[in-house]
T-cell receptor, first 114, second 109 residues
Framework: ETGVTQTPRHLVMGMTNKKSLKCEQHLGHNAMYWYKQSAKKPLELMFVYNFKEQTENNSVPSRFSPECPNSSHLFLHLHTLQPEDSALYLC?????????????FGEGSRLTVL | GQNIDQPTEMTATEGAIVQINCTYQTSGFNGLFWYQQHAGEAPTFLSYNVLDGLEEKGRFSSFLSRSKGYSYLLLKELQMKDSASYLCAVLDSNYQLIWGAGTKLIIKP
């Protein structure tokens, strides 16, 4: 198993749909992150979970709803999205939050909102 | 505000050397990271600098000057597989990662 796995890799949805992105890490890490990556823009931190507790919500609209049932799994629930939400959504993990260690990223879920 | 600047795109020739610069203005400093991201793939860790100076790791080296708010990534003996985006990120005083927009490096034969 690779370190951080994200599914689906590609998702197309209408503005009224409800879908979920899934992330799973097999590294024994305690912190997990959702990032949004748009073309030619810096990575935007959306949510952070440390030991399953949400420690960061970076002013993300409520149409994005995270869920962390355990230290290995992270979900991003999507509903009534807007076309400007189309982007690559990256999941990452690290030993713990606020760490000087490296982040391990998944390959991302490419989301297109029609 | 906090800011990381790096060139949007650079082009270099196979076998040559290229230097990708990164300047930063952040609230405090707890280290600087470089990540590599091939198109359609996950960003992967390249280096971490917290002290001034040059860190060498094979064909890749990373330099830091904290007094100047400046870092560079040096890639030697360029190979076609080095074509990728290179992301600079700084860990600020609150241990938040501040990211640059990335530099797309194009390697030509």
């Amino acid at each position: 198993e690779t370190g951080v796995t994200q599914t689906p890799r590609h998702l197309v949805m209408g503005m009224t749909n409800k879908k979920s992105l899934k992330c799973e890490q097999h590294l024994g890490h305690n912190a997990m992150y959702w990032y949004k990556q748009s073309a030619k823009k810096p990575l935007e931190l959306m949510f952070v979970y440390n030991f399953k507790e949400q420690t960061e919500n970076n002013s993300v609209p409520s149409r994005f709803s995270p869920e962390c049932p355990n230290s290995s799994h992270l979900f991003l629930h999507l509903h009534t999205l807007q076309p400007e939400d189309s982007a690559l959504y990256l999941c990452a993990s690290s030993q713990r939050e606020a760490d000087t260690g490296e982040l391990f990223f998944g390959e991302g879920s490419r989301l297109t909102v029609l | 505000g906090q800011n990381i600047d790096q060139p949007t795109e650079m082009t270099a020739t196979e076998g040559a050397i290229v230097q990708i610069n990164c300047t930063y203005q952040t609230s405090g400093f707890n280290g600087l990271f470089w990540y590599q991201q091939h198109a359609g793939e996950a960003p992967t860790f390249l280096s971490y600098n917290v002290l001034d100076g040059l860190e060498e790791k094979g064909r890749f080296s990373s330099f830091l000057s904290r007094s100047k708010g400046y870092s560079y990534l040096l890639l030697k003996e360029l190979q076609m597989k080095d074509s990728a985006s290179y992301l600079c990120a700084v860990l600020d005083s609150n241990y938040q990662l501040i990211w640059g927009a990335g530099t797309k490096l194009i390697i030509k034969p």
